[in-house]
């Protein structure tokens, strides 16, 4: 762990960076120091691995007080990602990820394999390893930048701002890159931003500064939208942040039907079975299962032909099908993903999928509703303790009261996944 103890910055001219700043920061996650332009981030960064030397106060790193480490030792032992990457311009890629192995002795050989395992690690392709800096998109070098850090397998990672100098798609995914390199990693992350999303994207812990380099609120994001310290924080944190929370809801355990599915063969007995007195749709899937779209039931049921009485098979075409959206993985999506595709949806009715794409069921706006109220009021979304009499594990009665229709028809798969792991790496 790694400690800030009532820790202040006064610069040579006199600014107060940081002001009395206490902060613990667990091991083996991410912390991400959010607040505006000037709050003190970057020098409270700095201090701990002593490119700032702090006025007042001490960081510890396990216990030990960081002033009494020798500075190139505790550098190397602690990865740094900065804005625009920081990459040596003369050297190619494989060698600028090389820089600490070799600094610590590595030959070359064992240093340039060991940068090319972490070239794919972090996405890249082997092809550019020989290429330089300026022969690489944005978005490239950052990875490059994390692949560096990552080279000497330290146990910190200290990231400025990692992010902050590309467009915003390249953004999301070297942030899901990033989410995914921890999961299987477990660094201790300490990571800088002024964007609120992306602390709270990333985050398992949020230190909201403000300026003068005073902590505001130190809490996981879920507390940090569901209760703000204070005016700025919640200010800080932007109007839509009951929506945003919902990102931290599992939609494992909401209620989703079968019954209104059926595949583009139905006869009319089965499309009259499955059709739900509210709701004047049915969900079309292909023989695998996989959605195709809605069709209104009188539509699909084959039509009899006026001119010799013969009943034909002529069910709606695809073509005349409404378009299903995007659906969202029962288990792995949250329920912010849910009540996205609900209000997207042509019918108002969410179509959850398993992790192959298979339909598992669909379910309306106000069994979302029901279960974002359950999860406000602690009952959370969370499917109950696995029984071993059940035979189905995705039994979806878990999730409290049955609000909408019981689920039927095929018997979904149980999605994949630990329905208690944190929603995070999902969003
Ligand atoms: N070397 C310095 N000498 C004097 N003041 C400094 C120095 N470096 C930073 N400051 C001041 O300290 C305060 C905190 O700066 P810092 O860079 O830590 O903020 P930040 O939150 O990282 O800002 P940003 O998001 O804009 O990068 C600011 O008022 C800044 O002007």
Redesign the pocket.
Known sequence: MIRIESVTKR???G?V?VDDLTLDIPDGSITVLV?P????????LRMINRMIEPSGGRILLDGQDLAQQPVTALRRSMGYVIQNAGLFQHRTIVDNIATVPRMLGWDRGRARERARELMDRVGLDATLAKRYPYQLSGGQQQRVGVARALAADPPVLLMD?PFSAVDPIVRKGLQAELLRIQSELGKTIVF?T?DIDEAIKLGNMIAV?RTG?HLAQYAPPDELLSAPADAFVEDFLGTDRGIRRLSFFTSAGLDVTATPIVTADADAAQIAERTLPELPYLLVTDADGKPLGWAKAEDLAPRTDAGDGASTEDGASTADLLPHGRPFVLGQDSLRDALDCAVLSPTGWAVAVDGTGKVVGVTSQETIATAIRGAHAGRATKPAEPDADAPDAADTSAAGPAQAPATDGPAPDAPDGDADAPVKAAR
């Open positions: 610069y040579a001219d600014t960076a607040g332009s000037g709050c003190g981030k970057t020098t409270t701002e800088v002024h500064m380099g």
